[in-house]
Antibody
Framework: QLQLQESGPGLVKPSETLSLTCTVS??????????WGWIRQPPGKGLEWIGT???????YFNPSLKSRVAISVDTSKNQFSLNLSSVTAADTAVYYC?????????????????WGTGTTVTVSS | QSALTQPASVSGSPGQSITISCTGT?????????VSWYQQHPGRAPKLMIY???NRPSGVSNRFSGSKSGNTASLTISGLQAEDEADYYC???????????FGTGTKVTVL
């Protein structure tokens, strides 16, 4: 049973960098048919896709966040990580990591089928 | 790319059917059959209910069905049950750079 678990500081100061890690258990992050993503949800608001990474290191980012986001993968630890720089109160949210089945050409998929439980990050001094 | 448009709320009585719409553009929903739907109960992570417009993952009740016409996708819940009360989000592939666009979310209330 694949499980994802987010971890990281629950409180970040304005202008600093938010850093979270997603640990994958029950499966390999190095599978060639899955990508791995970050999604966030501000309090009382909807879901927002942040970015996605493949085990090889290929990344895709939400254009609205691209200048501040970095996503990396550590296959030896079966983890992938999110860094969001220059944070403000608007970045306060529950952050989720998720698995994205992608498939193999020509049969592609775009959805998130396994989610972590989420971790709350508050940006405040 | 702007968020997909969903009604803020939809309600129905137990046993009834309801439909949630999700309106995008010819660049996302209208162009690709990569629409997915997620159910989210308060304080919980989203759960995949439908992918590729109308496919149900294993374990999801067949009371949930999806469809698409033009730039609008729809999620229908038949035989509404109390446990279906939750927020629902649609999602579509956007482009090779903006992989995903989420909907604004719909709160389903079982009367």
């Amino acid at each position: 049973q694949l499980q994802l678990q987010e971890s990281g500081p629950g409180l970040v100061k304005p202008s600093e960098t938010l850093s979270l890690t997603c640990t994958v258990s029950g499966g390999s992050i190095s599978s060639n048919i899955y990508y791995w993503g970050w999604i966030r949800q501000p309090p009382g608001k909807g879901l927002e896709w942040i970015g996605t990474i493949y085990y090889s290191g290929s990344t895709y980012f939400n254009p609205s966040l691209k200048s501040r986001v970095a996503i990396s993968v550590d296959t030896s630890k079966n983890q992938f990580s999110l860094n969001l720089s220059s944070v403000t109160a608007a970045d306060t949210a529950v952050y989720y990591c998720a698995r994205e089945p992608r498939g193999i050409y020509p049969y592609y998929y775009y959805y998130m089928d396994v989610w972590g439980t989420g971790t709350t990050v508050t940006v405040s001094s | 790319q702007s968020a997909l448009t969903q009604p803020a709320s939809v309600s129905g009585s137990p046993g009834q059917s309801i439909t949630i719409s999700c309106t995008g553009t010819s660049s996302d929903i209208g162009r690709y059959n990569y629409v997915s739907w997620y159910q989210q109960h308060p304080g919980r992570a989203p759960k995949l209910m439908i992918y590729d417009v109308s496919n149900r993952p294993s374990g999801v009740s067949n009371r949930f069905s999806g469809s698409k016409s033009g730039n609008t996708a729809s999620l229908t819940i038949s035989g509404l049950q109390a446990e279906d009360e939750a927020d629902y989000y649609c999602n579509s592939f956007g482009s090779s750079s903006t992989l995903y666009v989420f909907g604004t979310g719909t709160k389903v209330t079982v009367l």
